[in-house]
Structure formats: structure tokens, C-alpha cells
């Protein structure tokens, strides 16, 4: 396993090294920094005295309908690339710097996008905003936000692939399941009793965050070429957002028991 030592916090992927905006702090820090001032200040303010922007409904369901295909494109094209395809061993997946292969470039250009999506992830939260859906900014959700976009910067500028192709995967999978869920639930009064299944999304995400924990922790124990630093970053993330959705769900039940 190689890397080029570029940078005095991580050694470098040489593989994306040039890549738009790819291990740029700068980009990072201003991008989240201005996310966090837009939806929290910013936004309140700008909206304070205005109605409610009610007719962006079409607009959201264009967006909501635009994720769930952009993200079913990733689940495929990321197990083409790794599990089914890319030779990616499901117990353990290390990284490896030299390796140049079209497969493994492509599966490194998907990680780049997959990025950006994520970035526009942020649509959600501003839309809120517009709807005067203060409730909705919640803690969780700003920081959900934050974290998935630091991780696909970090992964990107560090290496993004090996083992956490199983999250990837999973979390665009997720994605899928939950614009389904918002672009149907604007469809109107007669779609709502068929979205029955939506008191399980949370519960889903819970097993998100258990499967990737357990999964990410691997390579602690069987060495198969996997980055440490990348595991201390996934894994207290998995835990500090299963505890979270925890607490999310329990208060949840209350308000449906009362």
C-alpha cells in the first residue's frame, strides 16, 4: 500500500490529487460553514415576516424524484464496481493507492459524484427554511448533513474506497427508500394510506448505522490493508447517529402514544 505524503494532516490519495476542489479545507470549511449560517440564520431572518413559500411543491417533487434516481445510479454502478464486478471482498476490503484499473478509477469518479449529490442534499434543509419548517432544521438533521458531506470530501482526499463501499451502498440505498417516501407523500391525501410503511424508515436507518458499525470495526481485527484513521472516523459517526435516531424513535413513540 502507497500514498504520496502531500498534506500535514493525512498522506494524500495519489489517484484523485488535482480533482476539483478534492483535500481542499478552504472549500470544505466556507461550504459547510455557509450551509450552517443559510439554514440557521441566514434563512430564519430572510424569512421572518414572509409567508411560507407553499408553491415550491412542484420544484420539490422534480428534486425528490431526481434523488431517488440519482441514488438508485449509485447502488448499482457502486456493486458493480466492488462487490459484483470489482473483485471486493465483503469481510474485509483494504485500499490500495497503486492500483489504476478502469474499475477501480470509475468506482473513484462515482465517490466524486456521489459528493456532489450529497452536497445538494443541502436542498432539503433550504427548503424547509422557504416552508417556514422551523421543526423540521432539527440538530440532527444539520449535523446528519454535515458529517455525510465532510465524509465524502475526507474519503475522496484520503482514499474513498475498500471497505466503506458496503456504506456507500447502503447509504445511497437508504436515499432511495427516503425520496421515494418524500416524493410520494406529495402526491396528495389519496397516496397517503399506502405509505403505511413510513413509522419503519427510522427503524430502517437504525439498522443502517448497526450494520455499518459492525462492518467498519472489521479491519480492526483482520488486518486486510484498511486505513486505521478511516475507521476512526466511521465508527464513532455510526455509533453518535445510532444513538441519535435512538432518542429520535423513543420520542417519537411517546408523542404517537400520548
Not at 420544484?59 to 434523488?67: G, H, K, R
Not at 436507518?205 to 450494520?211: D, G, H, N, S, T
Request: charge should be positive.
Amino acid at each position: 500500500m502507497e500514498a504520496v505524503v502531500t498534506d500535514t494532516f493525512l498522506p494524500r490519495d495519489p489517484r484523485t490529487m488535482g480533482w476539483l476542489l478534492v483535500g481542499n479545507k478552504q472549500f470544505l470549511i466556507t461550504l459547510l460553514l455557509g450551509y450552517v449560517y443559510l439554514v440557521k440564520i441566514g434563512g430564519p431572518q430572510f424569512m421572518k415576516g414572509r409567508r411560507p413559500f407553499d408553491n415550491l411543491k412542484p420544484v420539490i417533487m422534480i428534486y425528490n424524484l431526481s434523488m431517488v434516481i440519482l441514488n438508485a445510479y449509485f447502488v448499482y454502478n457502486f456493486l458493480k464496481r466492488s462487490y459484483f464486478g470489482g473483485g471486493y471482498s465483503i469481510i474485509c476490503q483494504g485500499i490500495d493507492y497503486k492500483a489504476r484499473d478502469q474499475t477501480t478509477i470509475e468506482f473513484l469518479e462515482l465517490c466524486f459524484w456521489y459528493l456532489w449529490v450529497r452536497i445538494a442534499d443541502f436542498f432539503d434543509t433550504i427548503f424547509f427554511v422557504l416552508r417556514k419548517k422551523d421543526s423540521h432544521v432539527s440538530f440532527l438533521h444539520v449535523v446528519h448533513h454535515i458529517l455525510v458531506v465532510f465524509n465524502g470530501w475526507f474519503g475522496l482526499a484520503y482514499g474513498p474506497d475498500g471497505q466503506v463501499a458496503l456504506g456507500l451502498t447502503l447509504n445511497s440505498f437508504v436515499h432511495v427508500v427516503m425520496y421515494s417516501y418524500y416524493f410520494l407523500s406529495l402526491l396528495g391525501p389519496s397516496v397517503r394510506p399506502y405509505l403505511w410503511w413510513k413509522r419503519y424508515l427510522t427503524q430502517f436507518q437504525l439498522v443502517q448505522f448497526i450494520i455499518m458499525f459492525i462492518h467498519c470495526t472489521i479491519p480492526a481485527f483482520k488486518d486486510c490493508g484498511y486505513p486505521m484513521t478511516h475507521m476512526m472516523i466511521t465508527i464513532p459517526q455510526a455509533l453518535f447517529f445510532f444513538g441519535m435516531f435512538i432518542r429520535f424513535y423513543v420520542q417519537a413513540y411517546k408523542q404517537h402514544a400520548n
